[in-house]
């Protein structure tokens, strides 16, 4: 036999070798595609928030598909969404998520924190953040607005106070003015919880009140009228239990400056 035919032979032995091994590795490692998943993106905003807890759209796409996320996880889509994602999943139509906002926690208003530097650098918050703030109040908004730009559904306003406001009706709870915020002075809540502590001062009680009129000076007239467990003062600031939400009138009615209260705060 030649050496010709001999190497054919051992090239179309090994090509055949690789194939099996191909076909059998195929079948070990096959990944079955659920269908289901592109019109289930298809169906969703679209906008990439991550308010649903995912990176994007498609991955909490492919989550719901999977049974792994929640049918009313989309806060943009809100109800109307959810009922149709249930209808098209086969899944029990949820009854609508708790209605959640964002809240800006800093009571720093112009007409109740004092000024007496001026920030010179970037004009963006976290600039201002990093150079001390343009406050008394090193923890106050510095109001360069980092958060209205993150916001893809104009659901944040300037405002002449000096601090933005939250537009209530188009804020759908994506969390991207909390990631924008460097002074972490945006938490999401449900709107139902009406009582809050609108200041995040670390700072002793006299040197807080001092930078600001309504500055929290954790005196703790909130925690004593408070069910046991309801707020604590913790580093000179108090502190609601969102967990256990026993606030009552009595809570904040005492409050010296105002601090925490059940006003609409920095929100149209």
């Known amino acids: 036999m030649s050496s010709v035919l001999i190497a054919s032979l051992s090239s179309a032995g090994i090509a055949l070798a690789l194939a099996a091994l191909l076909i059998l590795a195929s079948k070990i490692f096959r990944v079955d595609i659920d269908e289901r998943v592109e019109t289930v993106i298809s169906m969703l905003p679209g906008v990439n928030c991550g308010g649903c807890g995912f990176p994007g759209c498609s991955p909490f796409g492919k989550a719901l598909a999977a049974d792994k996320a929640p049918i009313n996880g989309c806060p943009v889509g809100g109800a109307p969404l959810a009922e149709k994602l249930a209808k098209y999943l086969g899944k029990e139509v949820v009854e609508p998520a708790e209605k959640i906002r964002a809240y800006i926690f800093c009571h ?58 939250i537009v209530e009706d188009k804020c759908v709870a994506c969390n991207a003015c909390v990631k924008a915020c460097p002074l972490n002075l945006i938490e999401m809540h449900p709107v139902n919880q009406k009582v809050h502590v609108y200041c995040k001062s670390l700072d002793k009680g006299a040197i807080a009140k001092k930078a600001c009129d309504k500055a929290c000076i954790a005196c703790n007239i909130c925690v004593k009228n408070t069910k046991e467990g309801g707020m604590h003062v913790d580093k000179y600031l108090a502190i609601i239990n969102y967990d256990d939400y026993s606030i009552t009138e009595e809570s904040f009615t005492k409050c010296p400056t105002k601090a925490i209260t059940d006003e609409r705060v920095n929100v149209v």
């Open 108 to 165: 720093g208003h112009k007409d109740f924190a004092k000024t007496k530097q001026d920030y010179v650098g970037a004009q963006s918050c976290v600039g201002a953040a990093m150079a001390g703030g343009n406050k008394d109040c090193s923890y106050g908004c510095v109001g360069y607005l980092d958060c209205l730009r993150s916001c893809a559904f104009d659901a944040i306003i300037e405002t002449e106070d000096g601090v933005p406001a």
